[in-house]
C-alpha cells in the first residue's frame, strides 16, 4: 500500500492542478496557466 501510494498522490495532484490550471485560465487568463504549468513541471 506505501509503494502505491504515490502514484495515486501524484495522480491526484495532476488531476487538481489541471482543475486549476482550468479556472485560471477562465478568469485570469492564458499566461497565468503557463507560468503555472512551467512551476509545476519544473517541481515535478
Not at 11 to 18: G, P
Not at 32 to 43: D, E, I, W
Amino acid at each position: 500500500m506505501e509503494r502505491g501510494l504515490p502514484d495515486v498522490v501524484r495522480t491526484v495532484a495532476v488531476e487538481l492542478f489541471v482543475a486549476v490550471a482550468v479556472i485560471v485560465m477562465t478568469d485570469a487568463g492564458s499566461v497565468a496557466a503557463g507560468v503555472g504549468a512551467v512551476v509545476v513541471a519544473g517541481v515535478t
